[in-house]
């Protein structure tokens, strides 16, 4: 006997695997061995060294695969689940190979579960692969759907005819050949339009915003984000917002969502432009109602200084020549000159360093900003005096420098698995983290020139900043033993070239947030004896805001401390889920 065979003696096949390939016509009465090789080989190549099938149920009973058994073998009877197993083995290696991806195996289930009614559509194919494999990419999809696509077009295909009793073969390919090719956008640097960032950073992932400001959400892309919209809404656990005249706020802003071609704010339930929301609302008892609820401050104000440290700020209202030599004297020389009261001494060594840096920084340039600096230089020398201010405060973290926030990756890694690729959060040129729970509670992002705040780079930093700040807001709840949903904010600093915007987010009633521009501060172009004030206004703005960051980051320990008896109060869906930029999102969305 050939040495071989004795070999293949040894072979064991699945009994799933053995009616499979009977039903696929390669074991039939008096098969031998080497015929079933052969047969295995057609369908994969890897089986001529080791013939291992996959398992449909690990309790069936084996076979042994005898070469001299002239007994023939029993033609099984496949039910539905056989056939589709059948089918999905066959159709992963004629179209993908025997080695496919996640979702190339997706793009088969597709077409297995549509096999008796064939009406492929892009649209529902997406649907589809989003259910199965959410963090797949838009370009990954596009070219599955044409590998399928081509696979059945073809209609003279001789790999149809293994196929033909599993499926209707013919109303498939008459389908696929009126069913469109989905857009594919291949990286390209020839043609790409010029943007403020030429490349897409890693952390945009599979549905990082796109860089050009003059792409379009095709309508693929536009049915993702109306379906991630609706799937997010229907998850909301908690109580919607109802007026008293009986009209439910939430179901009023979703239907205005839904007609929108762009990615908004709004996608991510936070509420930016009040009056725009304002004007969906027909009566006007309905009108001052919402106007009434959204024009409240959310939470409390942010505090301001004390009468005490605000004199004491007014000690350095110096012109730039006798600055030099006031600070020269060190911060424990300057005193009250009336019996006033003095800040502790914490505060006024700040105050003093505070301002020295932003001395050395004016007098570099004859006490004159430059016209022209890059983002880094505006971040690292001007507003450096951010990590000055906030690495002072012990309850508080600042993290320079471009950073990844731990709360947005979180979210979009949400029910992930190992087969697919781990995303990174949004990027941010800053945060500020409560040091004893290390949860994040302000996000920084700068631009190198103040261009308004209707231009493209501050209307997209505003965006990336308040989805920012929600996911903040989501993880911290989420891991609050107590309900403060009602006092509880996140925070974000705008810097634009010398001015910054301080905004705050809170959750208002139902499924919707508001994101609040508290104030804007502006550095002087030029420093003289006049615009001392305004600079130290700047300062007083930025240590107020370290206060209430401080007290902030005490309210997180406190609400996040465990209990030994109770169970967690303000868990779960309660909120909504945020939007995950769709793939081709432009960075500038038109006016609501």
């Not at 509420?271 to 009566?283: K, Q, R, T, Y």
Request: charged share 25%; hydrophobic share 35%; glycine share 6%.
């Amino acid at each position: 006997m050939d040495p071989r065979s004795n070999q293949l003696q040894q072979i064991r096949i699945n009994s799933a695997t053995r009616d499979r390939m009977d039903q696929y016509g390669t074991l039939n009465a008096g098969t031998n061995t080497n015929n079933t090789i052969a047969c295995c080989a057609s369908i994969a190549p890897e089986f001529h060294e080791n013939v291992k099938a996959r398992v449909a149920d690990s309790n069936r009973r084996e076979f042994l695969v005898e070469q001299d058994d002239p007994r023939p073998s029993k033609q099984p009877v496949l039910d539905e689940d056989g056939k589709a197993a059948l089918l999905t083995d066959i159709l992963t290696i004629e179209i993908f190979g025997t080695r496919p991806k996640k979702i190339e195996g997706c793009c088969v289930h597709y077409i297995v579960a549509m096999r008796s009614m064939p009406s492929p559509q892009p649209t529902k194919f997406v649907e589809f692969l989003r259910t199965r494999h959410p963090s797949a990419t838009m370009d990954a999809m596009a070219k599955g759907w044409k590998k399928v696509k081509d696979y059945f077009s073809n209609d003279s295909k001789t790999e149809h005819e293994r196929i033909k009793d599993l499926m209707n073969v013919n109303e498939f390919v008459m389908a696929f050949k009126n069913a469109p090719y989905m857009e594919i956008h291949e990286p390209t640097t020839a043609n790409a339009p010029p943007t403020t960032r030429s490349t897409r950073t890693r952390s945009s992932g599979s549905s990082g915003s796109s860089n050009s400001s003059g792409s379009t959400l095709n309508a693929v892309g536009l049915a993702k984000m109306r379906g991630e919209f609706s799937k997010n809404y229907n998850a909301f656990k908690g109580e919607a917002w109802i007026l008293a005249s009986g009209m439910v706020v939430d179901q009023i802003i979703a239907e205005h969502i839904k007609l929108l071609s762009y990615e908004s704010a709004l996608h991510s339930f936070v509420i930016e432009d009040v009056e725009s929301i304002i004007d969906l609302f027909p009566e006007d008892s309905d009108k001052a109602e919402v106007r009434e609820t959204l024009g409240q401050p959310p939470g409390e104000a942010i505090p301001s200084l004390s009468p005490e440290e605000m004199d004491y700020l007014a000690l350095y209202d110096k012109s730039p020549s006798e600055m030099d030599e006031f600070l020269a004297r060190g911060w424990a020389s300057v005193s009250m000159s009336t019996a006033g009261v003095l800040p502790d001494k914490g505060f006024r060594r700040l105050v003093h360093h505070c301002v020295q840096h932003l001395y050395f920084i004016y007098s570099k340039g004859n006490f004159l900003l430059p016209r022209e600096q890059s983002e880094t230089w505006f971040m690292n020398k001007l507003w450096g005096v951010i990590s000055i201010i906030f690495d002072s405060e012990t309850e508080l973290d600042h993290q320079p420098g471009e950073t990844s926030s731990q709360a947005s990756g979180l979210r979009r890694n949400k029910g992930r698995n190992f087969d697919d690729r781990q995303l990174l959060g949004r990027k941010a040129d800053g945060l500020i983290v409560a040091s004893d729970t290390r949860l994040e509670i302000c996000i920084i992002e700068a631009a190198k020139k103040d261009a308004g705040a209707t231009s493209t780079k501050a209307l997209t930093d505003t965006r990336k900043m308040a989805k920012t700040m929600k996911d903040m807001h989501d993880l911290v709840r989420s891991r609050s033993t107590q309900n403060i949903r009602s006092s509880f904010k996140t925070f974000g600093l705008r810097i634009s070239g010398p001015s910054m915007t301080c905004y705050s987010l809170c959750q208002r009633r139902g499924r919707f947030y508001q994101l609040c521009a508290e104030s804007t501060v502006i550095f002087p172009a030029r420093w003289k004896g006049s615009t001392t004030t305004n600079i130290l206004s700047v300062l007083a703005k930025l240590l107020a805001y370290r206060k209430e960051l401080s007290e902030t980051a005490d309210q997180i320990t406190e609400a996040t401390k465990v209990p030994l008896k109770t169970s967690n109060l303000d868990t779960g869906d309660f909120w909504a889920a945020t939007l995950t930029t769709p793939t081709n999102s432009p960075r500038l969305a038109p006016f609501m």
